[in-house]
């Protein structure tokens, strides 16, 4: 379902048809809600805080792709939540407003964000600007910029990574290999397949460069957001990344 309130209910990741996590920070539960069912159809899957605090804690635990920020929330406004946001995070964001001021616009737009709509809007109106915002950037190797899995998101177009919120410093090689496993997340991919992706070779007999590169994302990244297991070893074959639930907060 498009509406993410079950906390068991995971981040649906795969490369023929992944489902993108948006968060929608707004306190105006009807229209939000409405955006939730509109949105699942076309891929996305959302979830809903009514409060700056509580968008802030479900950015945190990772997975998200995109925020739609409202500039009028109930504890605090939206300008100053987009500017701690890009204290740590590039993650896009589309802000949201009832005031016609130019000055509002200029004001979000040189704070960060990555586009403006002002309300009323339509649904068919937002999901073109989302579309839009997530085809910015030239990521000439893979077909999607962003992939969100869990805390994890990978940017291909400036091929960065961020874990629980915090940038991950991973070399050319290192990235090519999550990638891969990220995108086929839940199977398993074969050693040969992973080195010929990240290192531009065939494997020879005793070839330990995939699992040297799994060994140092794993000290990394550490576990997923269960405690559990990141990437597990397949006897023989390669290596699967593990998808865990993601908690989600709703205030």
């Given at each position: 379902?498009?509406?993410?309130?079950?906390?068991?209910?995971?981040?649906?990741?795969?490369?023929?048809?992944?489902?993108r996590?948006?968060?929608?920070?707004?306190?105006?539960?009807?229209?939000?809600?409405?955006?939730?069912?509109?949105?699942?159809?076309?891929?996305?899957?959302?979830?809903l805080?009514?409060?700056?605090?509580?968008?802030?804690?479900?950015?945190?635990?990772?997975?998200?792709?995109?925020?739609?920020?409202?500039?009028?929330?109930?504890?605090?406004?939206?300008?100053?939540?987009?500017?701690?946001?890009?204290?740590?995070?590039?993650?896009?964001?589309?802000m949201?407003?009832?005031?016609?001021?130019?000055a509002?616009?200029?004001?979000?737009?040189?704070?960060?964000?990555?586009?403006?709509?002002?309300?009323?809007?339509?649904?068919?109106?937002?999901?073109?600007?989302?579309?839009?915002?997530?085809?910015?950037?030239?990521?000439?190797?893979?077909?999607?910029?962003?992939?969100?899995?869990?805390?994890?998101?990978?940017?291909?177009?400036?091929?960065?990574?961020?874990?629980?919120?915090?940038?991950?410093?991973?070399?050319?090689?290192?990235?090519?290999?999550?990638?891969?496993?990220?995108?086929?997340?839940?199977?398993?991919?074969?050693?040969?397949?992973?080195?010929?992706?990240?290192?531009g070779?065939?494997?020879?007999?005793?070839?330990?460069?995939?699992?040297?590169?799994?060994?140092?994302?794993?000290?990394?990244?550490?576990?997923?957001?269960?405690?559990?297991?990141?990437?597990?070893?397949?006897?023989?074959?390669?290596?699967?990344?593990?998808?865990?639930?993601?908690?989600?907060?709703?205030?």
């Amino acid at each position: 379902m498009p509406l993410t309130a079950n906390a068991e209910s995971p981040v649906t990741v795969g490369s023929e048809s992944p489902l993108r996590q948006i968060l929608l920070i707004d306190d105006d539960r009807d229209m939000a809600e409405m955006l939730a069912e509109y949105l699942g159809p076309e891929g996305f899957s959302v979830d809903l805080a009514y409060t700056a605090k509580g968008g802030l804690n479900r950015l945190q635990k990772g997975g998200v792709v995109l925020v739609i920020l409202d500039v009028m929330l109930p504890d605090r406004d939206g300008f100053s939540v987009l500017k701690e946001i890009r204290q740590t995070s590039r993650i896009p964001v589309i802000m949201l407003t009832t005031r016609s001021a130019v000055a509002d616009r200029v004001s979000g737009l040189e704070g960060g964000a990555d586009d403006y709509v002002p309300k009323p809007f339509t649904p068919i109106e937002l999901l073109a600007r989302i579309r839009t915002v997530l085809r910015r950037g030239q990521p000439s190797r893979f077909g999607s910029s962003f992939l969100a899995i869990d805390d994890l998101i990978l940017d291909a177009g400036s091929r960065t990574v961020e874990c629980k919120g915090m940038a991950i410093a991973c070399t050319a090689a290192e990235f090519d290999v999550l990638h891969a496993l990220a995108s086929s997340a839940g199977k398993t991919m074969s050693r040969e397949h992973l080195t010929r992706i990240a290192l531009g070779r065939a494997p020879y007999a005793g070839d330990r460069g995939i699992d040297n590169l799994v060994y140092a994302l794993r000290k990394k990244l550490g576990p997923n957001p269960k405690g559990k297991e990141r990437i597990r070893s397949v006897r023989n074959t390669g290596y699967t990344y593990l998808l865990a639930p993601v908690p989600t907060s709703k205030e």
